[in-house]
């Protein structure tokens, strides 16, 4: 990819690097630059295209940008749906967690993650227990439906600096045929 990054670009991503974690390494900006051409290049894989062409928007029209984000170094990660997505019920609360970083669940690894349903109306229970914080109470327990186990077996982690910053930069894509239906 014969893409030339502007100077202002590497000066304004070392300076984003440094602001966010003073202790972390100077930024690689060779492996930054590879991986920012790599997303935004994807605007062109099979998978764009047929969306594109599904939602008559032709290819000329779509905007791309790179978004460059700082990874939180954490141990595990979740996403929670306020409706359950397999059924539609408003009344559950769907939740998929693995280890490591989201990515690992929204970026298309195999295996699944360990994931629950939880009807609202026992979320009410958490208010009024009891129980120390951060201990559920057995009835709490009981309104946990596991409805997959985990079988995802590498976990992404980003790399924490002696601060306990991270270390790590994501690049995602944002483009306004993000959310295309299809």
Known sequence: MGLTAPPALRQQLGDMVSAAS?????????AAWTAAKRVWTSQWND?????????????PHLRMSVLVQGVVAVQYAFVAHTT????????QVYVDIV???GEVLVGGW????LSAVVDKSSMDLASSSSQAPGSPSSDQLQAVQVVALPSKS?????????????RTLMMRSDSNAEDLPG
């Open 22 to 30: 003073p202790s972390a390494p100077s930024l690689d900006f060779a």
């Open 47 to 59: 998978r764009a295209v047929l969306a594109l062409g599904r939602a008559g928007i032709p290819a």
């Open 84 to 91: 359950n997505p397999t059924n539609g019920n408003e009344q």
């Open 99 to 101: 280890r490591g970083l």
């Open 110 to 113: 195999p295996g699944r993650a």
């Open 154 to 166: 590498v976990p992404a982690h980003a790399q924490a600096g002696e601060d306990g910053s991270s």
